[in-house]
């Protein structure tokens, strides 16, 4: 009896074990910090720092706004995710990790085409991810710098638009032509300073040169897709991706009117002018750059990367609106349902899809919360969150263990989600909300699909509606809704540790130590009668 028994409890174990995961390497020691900027010129570009000679605001009232804000093109660009593009701890752990599990050099030449693009130019495709990291090479230095003045300004108007432009396909050309809005340009100084001419090209203030490396898909699989989705939106063509990202306004929103340069002296102000910030979601990223510069040692001014998050917290604040409709008592209950209207030009939340959004809830009654949907708890973690399973869409919302995220996820061969896009093989997810006029056609049909939004009749280019039915709310109840974003989750900061390189180790080590909290895109109050 007793080895019956032995016997049964081994194969239980047996069993059990099978069922658990192999353990993890231990964590290898951080990555080396990154090697500081440094100049580099070669037959094709010159690093930033050498624009900054002209381009960048200095002591003087040239290229700043009436209140006295810094608004040259170096200036506004540096403390942007443009120019940290190749130093952003996220993005590197992620290509480790995609290195890891797969062709190391195949995830360089798709990765670095468009976070290091010069770097992958000046190489022909062939600069490694190593030698960004700690390389002197001149292209290693130009690829530090992200997506560069040079790089940007260099893109020729051939192949715009189509196809082959998407994913880094942009055109270079090797006759150092530097293109900007303007007519009328003074060559001469920057022909003698850095041996490249100003030309004047109606393409820079088009969406198409955002295209190139805003519209990516890899293996068939659309990673992130916010050209297709403006050019499906109301707001195309009038309005193209710098009407919002390279405004042409000061903070007061008064149309600016500068010299695009401080040397030589005298030149004439141009409009339009715009102050090249690239505005985006990004002020958790900017936040960690700033606390770890002596790790990111990215160069860039404490103060400016300060003034870069608080205009990315603002820039999410003008996304959404929330409004309420259909409040009414159901018995001892209530319902009402929360709109919120997108007010972009692409998917809400777009970009790489580890970005959600989601509404917040609480109602209150005696000064005592009787409801609350969205919170996150002690962990930092949403309900539902890491289940393991792809989140599903909600039109209501019933109970308090249920929460709307707005956002896409990419999953795996066994459909599982994944933030590795070398790794997906499909949109497992996109319930994000569509901006207006949305009506895409021919192949833009099905790269920019919704899926996983069924019976929802509220889902409509430029909003979507959640509704709330609550069990029992005193009269008079009061009711506060946020509508919150994140940039990513805390599990995803987890599963990126899973991946065991120094950069992840890096990365996990930066955002432990300051989380990712969620901002205040939108808010509302109302009362229930």
Not at 253 to 272: D, H, M, V, W, Y
Request: with cysteine; charged share 20%.
């Amino acid at each position: 009896m007793r080895r019956h028994v032995a016997l049964a409890l081994l194969l239980v174990a047996l069993v059990a074990g099978c069922d658990e995961e192999e353990p993890l390497p231990p964590r290898p020691p951080p990555q080396a910090a990154l090697p500081p900027p440094s100049a580099a010129t070669t037959d094709t570009f010159a690093d930033s720092g050498q624009c900054a000679q002209c381009h960048l605001a200095d002591a003087g009232p040239v290229l700043r706004d009436p209140a006295g804000h810094d608004i040259s093109p170096v200036g506004t660009w540096r403390a942007s995710m443009m120019s940290l593009a190749a130093r952003d701890p996220f993005y590197l752990a992620v290509v480790s990790e995609e290195r890891q599990e797969g062709d190391a050099k195949q995830v360089d030449s798709t990765c670095l085409r468009c976070h290091a693009p010069a770097g992958h130019v000046e190489t022909s495709g062939a600069l490694t991810f190593e030698e960004l990291l700690t390389g002197k090479s001149p292209a290693a230095v130009l690829g530090r710098d992200g997506v560069t003045c040079a790089l940007c300004h260099q893109i020729k108007s051939d192949r715009l638009g189509t196809e082959t432009s998407f994913t880094g396909g942009f055109v270079i050309g090797p006759d150092r032509a530097i293109y900007g809005p303007h007519n009328s340009v003074v060559t001469e100084p920057m022909q003698f300073f850095v041996n490249f001419t100003p030309t004047f090209a109606s393409h820079m203030g088009r969406s198409e040169v955002c295209a190139t490396c805003h519209t990516v898909i890899v293996k068939g699989v659309v990673e992130q897709a916010t050209y297709l989705e403006w050019r499906s939106s109301s707001l195309s063509p009038g309005k193209p991706c710098q009407w919002c990202h390279v405004p042409q306004v000061d903070e007061a929103q008064n149309a600016l009117s500068e010299p695009i340069s401080k040397f030589p002296a005298g030149l004439a102000a141009r409009t339009p002018y715009g102050r090249h910030e690239f505005m985006g979601g990004n002020a958790y990223l900017l936040r960690l750059v700033a606390e770890n510069e002596a790790w990111v040692q990215s160069g860039i001014p404490a103060a400016d990367l300060q003034r870069a998050i608080g205009a990315a917290e603002a820039h999410l604040r003008s996304a959404a609106k929330l409004t309420a409709v259909g409040v009414e008592r159901k018995g001892g209950g209530a319902a009402f349902r929360i709109i919120v209207e997108n007010q972009t030009g692409h998917k809400l939340p777009t970009g790489y899809p580890s970005r959600r959004m989601w509404l917040h809830v609480v109602v209150r009654a005696n000064g005592k919360v009787v409801f609350e949907s969205g919170a996150l708890d002690r962990a930092g973690r949403l309900a539902g969150d890491d289940d393991g399973r792809v989140r599903k869409h909600l039109d209501v919302v019933s109970s308090q263990d249920r929460v709307q995220v707005w956002g896409a996820t990419l999953v795996d061969a066994d459909d599982r989600p994944t933030h590795r896009a070398l790794a997906a093989r499909r949109v497992g997810r996109d319930d994000r909300i569509l901006p207006a006029g949305f009506a895409p056609t021919g192949m833009d049909v099905t790269r920019t699909a919704t899926i996983g939004v069924f019976s929802d009749p509220d889902f409509q280019p430029g909003s979507d509606g959640v509704g709330f039915t609550l069990g029992s709310v005193p009269v008079d109840a009061e009711v506060e809704v946020t509508l919150l974003y994140q940039t990513l989750t805390r599990d995803l900061i987890e599963k990126i540790d899973r991946g065991r390189t120094p950069l992840t180790t890096q990365f996990v080590d930066m955002a432990r130590a300051s989380p990712p909290e969620p901002v205040t895109m939108a808010e509302l109050r109302f009362t229930i009668p």
